[in-house]
């Protein structure tokens, strides 16, 4: 019954915590925390806690059932705090577990469910109250590069929906050189959502010394490949025999979805290259 997952991007609880994946089970009980753990270019998901959970309750009314980054920089915990979780195919008239559910009355636990806030000791929420409908584009911008994922979606998403194209130099400029690296996804792919990535910064940010944002780079200039631009084939090409492989895997994966010829040589090749790098 896992549901509810939540990358935690806030900025108010433990820093060890950013990054890593939640996801609620009702029927058990509990949510589990993983860490992602990322080795030449495979993904793994690893329990933080071996054999135990994050969060585990003895209450049987307990049932989270999803969970996201708050605007004040904790974590939002839905918990649907419900007698019966099973559908009623599982629990009809004269079974074992209609009859659990009458002795304990837990058909009669309804409409009690609650957001809890998971907060830190020593950590204080931020308060500060988000006022982003009221502002204009230009202060939108800025929010990209907070610290806590919940502001800089929220910017993204507006700025993306004003259309307001006035922003894009301070975007380009941000997408360049701000010290936030995260700031400079949100500013590309705001960009990219605008119409107005161009594959002069499409190129240059392919060339960056981060590895995260050449990736970024490919995902976004899809877009500009997809409207007409083929001379990106060379780019994804050079890309597939990066020495990172989270970019080598991109630039492949990249080709394949635009079906671009020749991908078999393509793969070939970078196996070749990680190989003489004894990847």
């Known amino acids: 019954a896992a549901c509810g997952p939540d990358i935690f991007r806030g900025d108010r609880l433990p820093a060890d ?59 939002y915990i839905v918990d649907m705090y419900h007698g019966i979780i099973q559908e009623s195919e599982w629990t009809p008239p004269g079974s074992y577990l209609r009859r659990k559910i009458e002795q304990l009355q837990l058909d009669k636990v309804t ?34 590069e907070h610290a806590n994922g919940w502001w800089r979606d929220t910017a993204q998403k507006l700025l993306v929906l004003k259309q307001d194209k006035s922003v894009v ?12 690296v995260l700031g400079r996804f949100h500013a590309l792919w705001t960009l990219e959502g605008l119409g107005a990535l161009d594959a002069t910064l499409a190129r240059d940010l392919m060339r960056d010394f981060n590895p995260l944002v050449r990736v970024q780079a490919v995902r976004a200039s899809e877009t500009l490949y997809k409207a007409g631009d083929k001379s990106l084939e060379a780019d994804y090409k050079r890309l597939a025999d990066d020495p990172d492989a ?15 010829p020749d991908i078999r040589s393509v793969i070939t090749s970078a196996q070749a290259a990680n190989k003489s790098r004894g990847v």
């Open 169 to 180: 130099p301070a975007l380009k400029e941000m997408a360049r050189n701000s010290p936030a």
């Open 111 to 144: 409409t009690h469910g609650r957001i809890w806030r998971l907060v830190y000791d020593g950590i204080e929420p931020d308060r500060t109250r988000p006022r982003m409908l009221d502002e204009p584009a230009a202060a939108l911008v800025k929010h990209l």
């Open 17 to 75: 915590l950013k990054g890593d994946l939640l996801f609620a089970e009702p029927v058990g009980r509990m949510i589990r925390r993983s860490k992602v753990v990322v080795t030449e270019g495979l993904t793994q998901l690893r329990n933080a806690y071996p054999n135990s959970e994050f969060i585990l309750s003895t209450d049987p009314l307990f049932r989270p059932v999803n969970m996201t980054t708050a605007p004040d920089g904790t974590l």
């Open 246 to 260: 989270r970019v080598s895997l991109q630039a492949i994966l990249t080709l394949n979805l635009l079906k671009v």
